[in-house]
């Protein structure tokens, strides 16, 4: 009953920015964390970014001091902001969302940096 819908995934040139967005709808109740994941070809998926439901932030050391995570609470959205990016980025970014100890996945949004 609950869907993760992710979008602002494109091409981009090393340097530039994108901004994310994942959106939660259906039996939303009470979220707890949500996250990015990515995946590039050929590798295993990595976790990006977290977002708790108190307020505590979590990133992968390759990404710290580049992306943001952030949510509104309002709207069941999180958001990862990019900046700096680099060809390494590379990847399929997919949502998370944590609900009563149940993972929910999005279909994932195609990122591509080129050098």
């Known amino acids: 009953q609950v869907r993760l819908v992710e979008s602002g995934g494109g091409l981009v040139q090393a340097g530039g920015s994108l901004r994310l967005s994942c959106a939660a709808s259906?039996?939303?109740?009470?979220?707890?964390?949500m996250g990015w994941y990515r995946q590039a070809p050929g590798e295993q998926r990595e976790l990006v970014a977290t977002f708790t439901s108190g307020g505590s932030t979590n990133y992968a050391d390759s990404v710290k001091g580049r992306f943001t995570i952030s949510r509104d609470n309002a709207k069941n959205t999180v958001y990862l902001q990019m900046n700096s990016l680099k060809p390494e980025d590379t990847a399929v970014y997919y949502c998370?969302?944590?609900?009563?100890?149940?993972?929910?996945w999005g279909q994932g949004t195609q990122v591509t940096v080129s050098s």
């Open positions: 259906g039996s939303i109740s009470s979220i707890g964390a």
């Open positions: 998370n969302m944590v609900q009563r100890f149940v993972y929910y």
